[in-house]
């Protein structure tokens, strides 16, 4: 991988992994405070509403659509403010109009993305706190834009640091509500709007010292901004297919109460390898496979590729390990006080275990799209997704009956194997660039061992702490850190050992970081 890439990845990976930690501690307090009772399935519905129309809208369909054509600007001399600015005004106007829309319409989105709260108090919450959070989407979807241009810029920290923020405000006002005695539902509703103000702004910031000041502006339908829409079309309907998949999951955990929350919880823990690694990578790859490619340069587009892929794979395939293998700990330790109940930690550990199976390959999308994107192509990844909504709901529903709310996160893995391998599949044709070389082959399976035997470890050991695991206090903690610190240094060293990465490489980015 070449220096610029693996600094840019480690540096918007950084920042995700300060963010995921910082939204461990607003998840151990909210666990504290709500549990997984019928006002944390409520809020959970309600956040998750403006959430799934924002990876649907921006960072989905419009950003993967907008970043080819800015960077492309960028590099040949065109205007690219003037694409940016008329880009930014047509999303504002877009969002504005949908977000009166859906707050009016809050009781058929709750229902539509959880039937099974109607009848019981959970709807009536969810619809009150959903009005509150929607406009959020208005916020973070015109942040998501501002950061695909600072992205194209290679200013990945500035918007790598916003997530964070966004941790830190919700922690605040967690803490405050506690002390002032607020209801902490509605304190978390209207925490979100003001997360997303504090989200744009700073972003806004940013991208001031960049030149880029989006003056107040009638949008027009320029040729640019012509093809911006048809590109981002089909990449909607792939990520509408994304979020059919997430509707079906929330639809088959509705019907028992604390299932909403006990899939919350589950899925914002492995959401922090996959955004740490995937998501980082994927971010980065796009604008960089989109220049090479327009200039030609095969080998360096398959170099970047390649390196993406491994990384991709040695850094998530252990942690999917272990969100397996020690599932229990890693939730009983995270969660458990306060509201939170034992059976809460069973149910949330088995959803972990299901969703980390799929790890590899949530993160191998992120390294898989862009090799369609960069060539501006949208319509087969839509396809696909197609296909693998399918396999989701039939999944997810079939297997209801038979596994209960379990069925929908397992589902989420299933599908998301079935895009890795049509993703996969249809990049055969795309030429060199698009397959990985012999040093990513030589190291796969040194990876897959070394993760095995990390596993095996970690099993052994987290039998030998158990007693430790279990107590109060900061006895547990530490358990945990040394059942987490002895797998972390046995993948290292015996990855060493057999070749799955070389000591250098690392030495050589923890050194152009420093400079």
Same mark, same amino acid.
């Given at each position: 991988?070449?220096?610029?890439?693996?600094?840019?990845?480690?540096?918007?990976?950084?920042?995700?992994?300060?963010? %995921?930690?910082?939204?461990f501690?607003?998840?151990?307090?909210?666990?504290?405070?709500?549990?997984?009772?019928?006002v944390a399935?409520?809020?959970?519905?309600?956040?998750?509403? !403006?959430?799934?129309?924002?990876? #649907?809208?921006?960072?989905?369909?419009?950003?993967?659509?907008?970043?080819?054509?800015?960077?492309?600007?960028?590099e040949?001399?065109?205007?690219?403010?003037?694409?940016?600015?008329?880009?930014?005004?047509?999303?504002?106007?877009?969002?504005?109009?949908?977000?009166?829309?859906?707050?009016?319409?809050?009781?058929?989105?709750?229902?539509a993305?959880a039937?099974?709260?109607?009848?019981?108090?959970?709807?009536?919450?969810?619809?009150?706190?959903?009005?509150?959070?929607?406009?959020?989407?208005?916020?973070?979807? $015109?942040?998501?834009?501002?950061?695909?241009?600072l992205?194209?810029?290679?200013?990945?920290?500035?918007?790598?640091?916003?997530?964070?923020?966004?941790?830190?405000?919700?922690?605040?006002?967690?803490?405050?509500?506690?002390q002032?005695?607020?209801?902490?539902?509605?304190?978390?509703a209207? =925490?979100? !709007?003001?997360?997303?103000?504090?989200?744009?702004?700073?972003?806004?910031?940013?991208?001031? %010292?960049?030149?880029?000041?989006?003056?107040?502006?009638? !949008?027009?339908?320029?040729?640019?901004?012509?093809?911006? $829409?048809?590109?981002?079309g089909?990449?909607l309907?792939?990520?509408?297919?994304?979020?059919?998949? #997430?509707?079906?999951?929330?639809?088959?955990? +509705?019907?028992?109460?604390?299932a909403?929350?006990?899939?919350?919880?589950a899925?914002?823990?492995?959401?922090?390898?996959?955004?740490?690694?995937?998501?980082?990578?994927?971010?980065?790859?796009?604008p960089?496979l989109?220049?090479?490619?327009?200039?030609?340069?095969?080998?360096?587009?398959?170099?970047?590729?390649?390196?993406?892929?491994?990384?991709? #794979?040695?850094? =998530?395939l252990p942690?999917?390990?272990?969100?397996?293998?020690?599932?229990?700990?890693?939730?009983?330790? $995270?969660?458990?006080?306060?509201?939170?109940?034992?059976?809460?930690?069973?149910?949330?550990?088995l959803?972990?275990?299901?969703?980390?199976?799929?790890?590899?390959?949530?993160?191998?999308q992120?390294?898989?799209?862009?090799?369609?994107?960069?060539?501006e192509? +949208?319509?087969?990844?839509?396809?696909y997704?197609?296909?693998?909504?399918?396999?989701?709901?039939?999944?997810?529903?079939?297997?209801?009956?038979?596994?209960?709310?379990?069925?929908?996160?397992?589902?989420?893995t299933?599908?998301?194997?079935?895009?890795?391998?049509? #993703?996969?599949?249809?990049?055969?044709?795309?030429?060199?660039?698009?397959?990985?070389?012999?040093?990513?082959?030589?190291?796969?399976?040194?990876?897959?061992?070394?993760?095995?035997?990390?596993?095996?470890?970690?099993?052994?050991?987290?039998?030998w702490?158990?007693?430790?695991?279990?107590?109060?206090?900061?006895?547990?903690?530490?358990?945990?850190?040394?059942?987490?610190?002895?797998?972390?240094?046995?993948?290292?060293?015996?990855?060493?050992?057999?070749?799955?990465?070389?000591?250098?490489?690392l030495?050589?980015?923890l050194?152009?970081?420093?400079?």
């Open positions: 991988m070449s220096g610029r890439l693996l600094r840019s990845v480690a540096t918007l990976g950084s920042w995700t992994l300060v963010s %995921r930690v910082a939204g501690a607003r998840d151990v307090l909210m666990a504290a405070y709500l549990g997984a009772g019928p399935d409520a809020f959970n519905i309600a956040f998750k509403l !403006p959430n799934m129309f924002r990876r #649907l809208f921006a960072e989905g369909a419009f950003n993967l659509a907008f970043v080819p054509i800015y960077a492309k600007k960028l040949s001399g065109e205007d690219a403010d003037a694409f940016a600015q008329n880009a930014f005004w047509g999303l504002a106007s877009f969002l504005t109009l949908f977000v009166v829309i859906g707050t009016l319409a809050m009781p058929w989105l709750v229902w993305l039937s099974g709260f109607a009848g019981d108090a959970r709807f009536d919450m969810a619809v009150d706190f959903g009005r509150i959070t929607f406009c959020y989407i208005g916020f973070i979807s $015109l942040f998501a834009m501002l950061s695909g241009l992205n194209a810029h290679g200013r990945f920290a500035e918007s790598g640091f916003v997530p964070v923020l966004m941790n830190l405000v919700f922690i605040a006002a967690m803490l405050l509500a506690r002032m005695g607020w209801e902490m539902g509605q304190t978390l209207w =925490t979100v !709007p003001i997360t997303g103000v504090a989200q744009l702004g700073w972003t806004l910031y940013a991208a001031r %010292r960049l030149g880029f000041v989006p003056g107040l502006r009638v !949008p027009r339908l320029t040729p640019d901004f012509r093809r911006l $829409l048809v590109l981002a089909p990449a309907l792939t990520g509408g297919v994304v979020q059919i998949n #997430l509707l079906v999951g929330s639809q088959v955990a +509705s019907g028992t109460v604390g909403v929350s006990w899939l919350g919880y899925d914002r823990l492995y959401q922090l390898p996959l955004g740490v690694v995937g998501i980082a990578i994927g971010t980065v790859l796009l960089v989109s220049r090479h490619l327009r200039a030609g340069e095969d080998d360096l587009a398959r170099d970047s590729f390649s390196r993406g892929a491994e990384m991709a #794979l040695f850094l =998530t942690a999917a390990v272990a969100l397996v293998v020690i599932s229990t700990p890693l939730i009983s330790v $995270l969660y458990d006080r306060g509201a939170w109940r034992p059976e809460d930690t069973v149910a949330t550990a959803a972990l275990a299901a969703y980390g199976l799929g790890l590899p390959a949530f993160v191998l992120k390294v898989l799209q862009p090799l369609y994107y960069a060539r192509d +949208s319509r087969r990844p839509f396809h997704a197609l296909v693998s909504m399918g396999v989701n709901a039939a999944f997810a529903i079939g297997m209801m009956p038979v596994m209960g709310f379990v069925a929908a996160a397992l589902a989420t299933v599908s998301g194997w079935v895009m890795v391998g049509q #993703l996969w599949w249809g990049a055969r044709k795309m030429g060199d660039a698009a397959r990985p070389d012999a040093r990513f082959w030589r190291r796969l399976w040194r990876i897959g061992l070394v993760s095995g035997l990390m596993g095996a470890q970690l099993w052994v050991t987290a039998d702490l158990a007693p430790q695991l279990a107590q109060p206090g900061g006895v547990r903690w530490g358990a945990l850190g040394l059942l987490c610190g002895s797998g972390i240094a046995l993948y290292f060293a015996l990855g060493a050992a057999l070749g799955a990465y070389g000591l250098g490489e030495k050589g980015m050194r152009r970081r420093r400079g």
